[in-house]
């Protein structure tokens, strides 16, 4: 993908899995999980969690994330990014926490959620990371001549 086209399906509202290191015991594979996170193109990542989650806690011990997001639907895409914590805010802003669930659910479902959850506003934080590495696909390109192959399009004989 271009640069342009990766920071604009990184932009839209999809779940990402976020991985870090587990170094609790030395013998774990990274910690990966679903999250919602926020993102503008040309900005950095924003994930919330607990401040004193295992993630949360991983992801300040760390000090850097990897998150990656798919389209499931054919041809299918990705982008991966990783990169280094820029900042923890502390707690969380309201409306950055108002702005994701806006981003992920309708007006309606989003007022019932932020209601409903209002005293994470205590306990929440945002990790924010700058991208730094970017690996991307779209298999459309692959899938089309994957097309024109099996139907036998523009070979002579």
Do not use: N
């Not at 932009?11 to 991985?19: F, Q, S, T």
């Not at 205590?122 to 139907?151: H, K, N």
């Amino acid at each position: 993908m271009s640069r342009t086209d990766r920071e604009r399906f990184l932009a839209e509202p999809r779940v990402g899995v976020l991985g870090v290191t587990d170094s609790r015991d030395g013998d774990r594979a990274p910690l990966i999980v679903p999250v919602w996170y926020g993102y503008e193109p040309g900005g950095e990542i924003t994930v919330q969690t607990g401040r004193h989650t295992v993630k949360g806690q991983l992801l300040r011990a760390a000090g850097r994330f990897s998150l990656c997001v798919q389209d499931e639907g054919r041809p299918y895409r990705y982008v991966s990014v990783e990169g280094p914590v820029t900042a923890v805010d502390d707690p969380v802003d309201p409306a950055l926490r108002e702005a994701l669930a806006h981003r992920y659910l309708d007006a309606e479902e989003a007022r019932g959620y932020l209601a409903a959850t209002a005293g994470q506003l205590a306990d929440d934080i945002t990790f924010r990371m700058r991208p730094q590495r970017w690996r991307s696909a779209d298999f459309a390109a692959f899938a089309a001549d994957f097309a024109e192959a099996d139907t036998g399009g523009g070979a002579t004989d």
